[in-house]
């Protein structure tokens, strides 16, 4: 089973920016979807971004296109996630899951999908 290490995380000020990463412990052949999730203190987690590894289709929530990005490298073992502009309602412990996929075009940004999961890395937006 994969395993998936998240880091990047810390205490920001409100506007600053961040950039976290998820590394994977091998590197896939088959089209495998990568996607970051948020989940606070007594919150549903949500669904940030997802990427697919074969074409690099990104689906980013809407609420949250514009401050974040998501992105991943050549070798497929690490994806970022770009957080800019940063409020205090972005106070949370982030995290990142892969799922393989049989073909597909786009990757979904629901938990359930999701079959592998790192711990998160916390983000604390304060002044």
């Known amino acids: 089973e994969v395993q998936l290490v998240e880091s990047g995380g810390g205490l920001v000020q409100p506007g600053g920016s961040l950039r976290l990463s998820c590394v994977a412990s091998?590197?896939?052949?088959?089209?495998?979807?990568t996607a970051w999730f948020r989940q606070g203190p007594g919150q549903v987690r949500e669904g940030i971004a997802s990427?697919?590894?074969?074409?690099?289709?990104?689906n980013v929530l809407k609420a949250l296109k514009g401050r974040f990005t998501i992105s991943h490298d050549y070798a497929k073992t690490t994806t970022y996630l770009q957080v800019n502009d940063l409020k205090p309602e972005d106070t949370s412990l982030y995290y990142c899951?892969?799922?393989?996929?049989?073909?597909?075009?786009?990757?979904?940004?629901?938990?359930?999908?999701?079959?592998?999961w790192g711990q998160g890395t916390p983000i604390n937006v304060s002044s």
């Open positions: 899951a892969r799922a393989r996929v049989q073909g597909g075009t786009m990757c979904p940004i629901t938990a359930v999908f999701y079959d592998s």
């Open positions: 091998e590197r896939s052949d088959d089209a495998v979807c």
């Open positions: 990427i697919l590894s074969t074409n690099g289709q990104t």
